[in-house]
């Protein structure tokens, strides 16, 4: 709750929420909201300009540039809060065992962690999509292959650091059962922290995705998303820039705000940070 009340009063994260929010509503209710269909084709009028129908233009096939932009976000955001959030749920199932029972698993877990953090993130994804073939699954599966050993790492460390504290000492001499230890204490106190941890982490899921795809990987044509679109106007950028200049701007976007809802989401964890509550009356 104090956590919760102090991102509350942080203007910048009231702002980077509501957006958030916005987006998510308008890639949910996408064939509502879309002007025209994302993927109807009309060489006539490719690359037209603003208009009424079509306020951001028409791409190289003549299709409407606002529409893909808009059926993007179930591609670009989804599917990377999707793969942060198995990466996650994995993180966690191996993250709270180690941490908290230690012995043999933890070891062997640990060890397993040190191999996959000792290959390069990006040359180990882009060896598992050469391996497993191109398509958005695929790279989602990758993503959650190399990144789930950082999390299991991390999750680790922060369970060992409040399994000491003097809670879950208590609870532990008092007779609680694992379950109400784990659920009631452990996970509630140690799930801010991993939040602050998926929130920074998710903006570098949206890149590489969208790297991906831009590199013909992720998802294929005719598929609208953000990445792709950057791919598909890489050829005209000099003479039109805007089709670059759009899905650049919504990656951007998008990635500084889990980036500024991270640091708003640490700021308010930070102990140094606590002592101003201490004034603060109910």
Aim: proline share 4%; with cysteine; charged share 15%.
């Amino acid at each position: 709750m104090l956590v919760m009340r102090r991102l509350l009063r942080d203007k910048i994260a009231i702002i980077c929420l509501f957006i958030l929010l916005c987006i998510i509503i308008i890639g949910i209710f996408a064939p509502w909201v879309a002007p025209n269909d994302p993927n109807k084709i009309n060489i006539a009028h490719k690359y037209a300009d603003f208009s009424n129908r079509f306020p951001l233009g028409r791409d190289h096939l003549g299709r409407c540039i606002l529409s893909r932009l808009i059926f993007g976000i179930r591609i670009t955001l989804f599917y990377s809060l999707f793969t942060m959030a198995i990466t996650i749920i994995i993180g966690c199932l191996f993250g709270f065992i180690a941490g908290y029972f230690r012995g043999k698993f933890d070891e062997i877990t640990m060890r397993l962690c040190d191999i996959m953090l000792a290959f390069p993130s990006q040359v180990m994804i882009l060896a598992l999509v050469g391996v497993l073939g191109v398509g958005m699954f695929n790279v989602i599966l990758a993503n959650i292959i190399v990144k789930w050993a950082w999390y299991t790492r991390m999750i680790r460390s922060i369970v060992i650091k409040h399994s000491r504290k003097n809670y879950i000492l208590f609870s532990r001499v008092s007779g609680s059962s694992l379950g109400f230890i784990l659920f009631r204490h452990l996970l509630p106190n140690t799930a801010a922290e991993i939040i602050v941890l998926a929130t920074l982490d998710t903006g570098w899921v949206i890149l590489n995705l969208s790297a991906l795809s831009f590199l013909g990987l992720g998802v294929q044509p005719p598929t609208a998303e953000w990445g792709m679109m950057l791919s598909e106007a890489q050829k005209v950028m000099i003479g039109h820039p805007e089709q670059m200049v759009i899905p650049g701007l919504a990656i951007l976007i998008v990635v500084a705000i889990f980036n500024m809802l991270g640091d708003c989401f640490r700021d308010a964890l930070d102990p140094r940070e606590n002592k101003y509550d201490l004034f603060i009356k109910d």
